[in-house]
């Protein structure tokens, strides 16, 4: 199930931002027995970098994420921990 959700959230970002780098993480083992994981739905940490998130502040990046993954928030998602970078931003560490 988890590699199907992670496939279905980067067919979404990939369509909807085209980004430079993308890497999802399933971090649901992390939160057993947490009232959040009874639902069956996941905790994910995405990781995007994208030339276009220049000038953008980080709510802006964030948004562009939570709707590329849209209804996947209803169904599939519980958490979603993002990390949205430009590539210079990501350069420099």
């Known amino acids: 199930m988890s ?6 959230m980067r067919e979404r ?12 993480e ?5 939160h057993a027995g947490h009232a959040g994981a009874k ?4 905790h994910f940490d ?5 030339a276009a998130f220049e000038g953008k ?4 990046r964030h948004r562009a994420v ?4 849209g209804e996947l928030m209803d169904t599939d998602i519980h958490a979603l921990s993002i990390s949205a970078k430009t ?7």
């Open 3 to 8: 590699e199907q959700r992670i496939a279905a």
């Open 39 to 42: 639902s069956g739905k996941g």
């Open 13 to 24: 970002i990939t369509a909807a931002l085209a980004p430079d780098e993308l890497e999802i």
């Open 87 to 93: 590539p210079a931003e990501n350069n420099s560490q």
């Open 57 to 60: 502040p980080l709510i802006q």
């Open 46 to 50: 995405v990781f995007v970098v994208r």
């Open 66 to 69: 939570y709707s590329a993954v």
């Open 26 to 30: 399933d971090q649901s083992h992390l």
